[in-house]
């Protein structure tokens, strides 16, 4: 299991031009069962994935699609864990 943490880079107006595609990009990542869960961070100085994944090598891998990672326009720091103890509907990827 995986926490990623975008911090934006650029102004906010150059983010706002970019989240479209990096929505799309997001739903892509939902549908192939890789993100759980995504949202900014409060303040909106960046945002924050939590993802599954059989390796980080494969986080790295789709980090390099997202369309902030693209522009240049966020930077990512990628904290893996090892989930114990979770809520009924998270239960799934719990590990012993």
């Not at 934006?8 to 595609?21: F, R, S």
């Not at 100085?45 to 390099?64: H, K, M, P």
């Not at 997202?66 to 720091?77: I, K, L, W």
């Amino acid at each position: 299991m995986f926490i990623i943490t975008l911090t934006y880079l650029k102004p906010a107006e150059e983010i706002d031009k970019l989240l479209a595609a990096h929505r799309e990009y997001l739903r892509e990542q939902y549908a192939n069962g890789m993100f759980l869960m995504s949202g900014r961070q409060v303040p909106r100085t960046g945002g924050v994935i939590l993802a599954t994944a059989d390796s980080r090598a494969d986080i790295e891998a789709v980090i390099e699609l997202d369309p902030f990672n693209e522009a240049g326009a966020a930077s990512y720091t990628i904290t893996e864990f090892v989930p114990t103890m979770a809520v009924d509907s998270l239960s799934a990827f719990k590990q012993a």
